[in-house]
């Protein structure tokens, strides 16, 4: 269908060329020129997708979108039209004649007007689809907290795509839009010693217009529509009440521990999904890409959203990145727009109204570290766990100022997963010895979009790097831990292991169709009375990330007598969630209004 629609094209330009600029010749002489627009058009079409745009499989429509088509199409065009025009001239059927404009203020004003609103449209479109590309279903909340929080400690590579990817593109776009906006020619048409303008200065510039103001409507909607950033509108002005009739306060849940505090290993799996096993065992691959941390997931506990063993958590409102998921996990409510002025990325303001589980446990007498490869700063990290227990954060910058890596060191984000694990287990073996219980958080990063970072240790089992990342990562976790169970503080800890959050590379959130996707998750060793209870606890469980709170306090062997904390509830107890009470539409639909008690209870401390 594409090589019709090309065809078509290409001979239409080809029978204007014969009539218009030769009229003289005959007919045999025409025919060989619609010939040679059908054949050069679409050979000078199918080189540039091949060779320039780098488009595999030109041939195959199958394997590429609906829009293949009228994409060649466009190309095809494009390339005619330029033949077309450069023949006019050759053969002196068209030529330039030099125009000034009546009104050069007007004319003036209406290009500039032209190139901000194809500018603003284009870089619309463009960084939208880099957003898609780099991080897959960005949400609109994402997108804003991002915005008004630090940006210190990003993946470098993260500036240099967005460079050769969105800015280069538009660059581009824009500079050509303005050649025509700004070509002070007349074009004029000769037939028959007869003169004609076919395309004046005031047209092309009527034209241009026309051109930008389609282009900001389409970039801006095609945004809009993308990341759903018409949800930042309920955000801002529709209040819902649903926070403040469901949030149960840690003060007020008369939390009990128990005489001898467990440990708590708290392990952040970037963008780990059950996605990536094997579809007979609930996910989507072919091969099972996580098979070490399937095996393991057999020796403890898993709340699975369907009958199978593995599962988890569904997607919801204000957790979908790595500092959201913390958040809900760590205080039992989404990570929300900020208003009224509020952001998360300053000195005591990351959520100054909350409670977390590190402040739970810091008033418990518990030794806390947060430890990950990248720099604490980003997204405000670092003032989150400072704020909130006072932990002692092992970082990037840490990492330098210790001596544990060289000052010029940078892989990744900062430092690798191999190294994390390596200091890990020291941290680990000092927390041990402090005499004190600990809680021990950690993330690693590897397995970030768009492709993650394979280790030269890697093995290359399959095609793709993102398979193989993930591959090597998990066998690492599971290594990780199997040292972990055979450290002697192993008998009274508590270890959680989590996927942060759906991950954002475009392999899996692009081609992954008509399947739940949630993240991973397993608790080990949990509090002895929580070892034998009934299978419906873990199956068939519609939750999300807040409810972890409660979860890994009662899998400390923490009571809490309503089984509720913030917005969250203990799965172990087998109360119905939020999600399981109103619907996960329902509740995510909740969770995107306004909250006015959040801002004024959580987002600020009242009591300042």
């Known amino acids: 269908m594409f090589l019709v629609l090309g065809a078509v094209i290409s001979v239409l330009f080809g029978i204007a060329d014969a009539f218009l600029f030769t009229p003289e010749r005959k007919i045999f002489a025409k025919i060989k020129t619609v010939i040679c627009y059908l054949l050069e058009a679409n050979i000078f079409a199918m080189s540039i997708a091949k060779f320039v745009m780098k488009v595999p499989d030109i041939l195959q429509t199958s ?35 030099k125009s000034e404009p009546k009104n050069k203020k007007k004319a003036k004003a209406v290009k500039i007007v032209s190139i901000i609103l194809f500018s603003l449209g284009t870089i619309a479109y463009f960084a939208s689809v880099w957003g898609m590309e780099a991080f897959g ?38 500079s050509v839009f303005s050649l025509l906006v700004f070509f002070p020619y007349n074009i004029i048409f000769t037939f028959k010693e007869k003169s004609q303008t076919i395309l004046s200065e005031f047209s092309l510039r009527i034209i241009s217009l026309l051109i930008a103001i389609s282009v900001i409507i389409g970039g801006c909607a095609f945004g809009i529509t993308k990341f759903q950033l018409q949800d930042l509108v309920s955000a801002y002005f529709f209040d819902s009440e649903f926070i403040e009739d469901n ?21 952040y ?26 095996e393991l ?21 204000g957790a979908g990145w790595s500092v959201a998921s913390m958040v809900n996990m760590g205080f039992g409510v989404p990570m929300k727009v900020p208003t009224d002025g509020n952001s998360y990325g300053t000195e005591g303001n990351f959520l100054p109204g909350g409670t977390s589980l590190g402040d739970i446990l810091h008033e418990q007498g518990y030794e806390q570290t947060l430890m990950f490869g990248a720099d604490a700063a980003f997204g405000g990290v670092d003032h989150y766990f400072n704020l909130h227990g006072e932990f002692n954060i092992i970082d990037y910058k840490a990492a330098k100022e210790k001596g544990l890596i060289p000052d010029d060191y940078y892989v990744w984000w900062g430092y690798e997963d191999d190294k994390l694990y390596e200091f890990a287990k020291d941290e680990l073996t000092r927390l041990s010895e402090t ?10 990063a590897d397995t970030h979009a768009p ?27 599971v290594k990780f831990v199997r040292w972990i169970q055979a450290q002697p503080f192993y008998e009274n800890t508590t270890i959680v292991i989590i996927g942060d959050h759906l991950t954002m590379a475009s392999c899996i959130s692009e081609t992954v169709k008509d399947y739940q996707r949630t993240c991973f ?22 939750w999300a990330s807040f409810d972890m709170f409660p979860t890994m306090l009662a899998g400390l062997g923490v009571q809490i007598p309503d089984n509720h904390l913030g917005i969250g509830t203990n799965l172990f107890s087998g109360e119905k969630t939020l999600f399981e009470k109103y619907g996960v539409s329902e509740v995510n639909d909740k969770l995107t209004q306004k909250s006015n008690f959040y801002n004024e209870n959580i987002l600020i401390n009242p009591n300042k």
């Open 137 to 174: 279903n960005l949400s609109p909340d994402q997108i804003l907290i991002n915005i008004t929080s630090p940006v210190a400690g990003n993946e470098v590579g993260v500036y240099y795509s967005v460079f050769e990817g969105p800015v280069l593109k538009a660059a581009f776009a824009i």
């Open 435 to 444: 005499g004190k219980p600990f809680h021990f958080v950690m993330e690693t």
């Open 521 to 542: 998750n397993l608790i080990l060793n949990p509090a002895e009375d929580l070892r034998n209870l009934p299978e419906n606890r873990f199956r068939n469980r519609q």
């Open 269 to 294: 799996l970037e963008s780990m999904e059950n996605t990536f096993l094997s579809k007979d065992l609930g996910g989507y691959m072919n091969e099972n890409l996580i098979p070490e941390l399937t």
């Open 297 to 317: 997931a057999n020796e403890g506990y898993v709340f699975s959203h369907t009958d199978n063993k593995l599962g988890g958590f569904l997607p919801s409102t």
């Open 63 to 97: 394997l590429h979108s609906s829009g293949y088509k009228f994409k060649y199409a466009a190309l095809v065009l494009a390339v005619s039209l330029i033949i077309f025009v450069l023949r006019g001239f050759i053969l002196n059927a068209l030529s330039l004649q």
């Open 451 to 477: 492709e993650g970072y394979l280790s030269p240790n890697a093995e290359k089992k399959f095609p793709d790097q993102y398979s193989n990342t993930i591959y090597y990562s998990q066998a690492e976790a």
């Open 247 to 267: 949030y149960v306060a840690p003060a007020d849940a008369g939390l009990k521990f128990p005489e001898k505090k467990r440990n708590l290993i708290m392990f």
